[in-house]
């Protein structure tokens, strides 16, 4: 199945906890409306798709628990809409200090038992001042 092409007009899809197994399909790309994708919970494997630029709209992002491996692609950091992102308990690796940077938008990430490593404590300490800035604006008006 193609899943891209069959509900490319799909805003939210939660199939959480259903033991799937393979890979994410990398036709996922193809469904531009998507916002909301949690696939946490199951025995998903292999790579992270490398083409998450198409979605641009994605604002949350869970794929936690599953056996996926390798690197963050660079094209998921670049997102402007990404809020929340959650990749714990997978089998993820690499340096985080650079594309962390990237992810300008970012509020909740949760990268917890996964094999990361590099200078971020600067990245986060900025994001949270941002963060902390606009609840202060909210919280005025």
Not at 12 to 32: E, H, Q, T, V, Y
Not at 53 to 76: E, F, W, Y
Not at 124 to 140: A, F, H, N, S, T
């Amino acid at each position: 199945m193609n899943i891209g092409h069959e509900m490319s007009l799909l805003e939210k899809l939660d199939i959480s906890r259903n033991f799937l197994n393979g890979s994410i399909p990398p036709s996922m790309s193809r469904m531009a409306s998507l916002s909301f994708l949690h696939l946490s919970s199951n025995h998903l494997s292999g790579a992270l798709p490398t083409n998450w630029q198409a979605l641009q709209g994605l604002t949350v992002i869970d794929l936690s628990c599953n056996n996926l491996s390798g690197r963050i692609p660079s094209s998921m950091w670049l997102s402007p809409s990404l809020i929340w992102l959650k990749l714990r308990n997978n089998n993820l690796y690499g340096e985080l200090s650079s594309t962390l940077q990237k992810c300008t938008g970012l509020f909740a990430l949760d990268l917890g038992g996964d094999k990361f490593f590099g200078a971020i404590v600067r990245i986060l300490v900025c994001k949270l001042d941002k963060i902390k800035g606009k609840r202060q604006d909210k919280m005025r008006n």
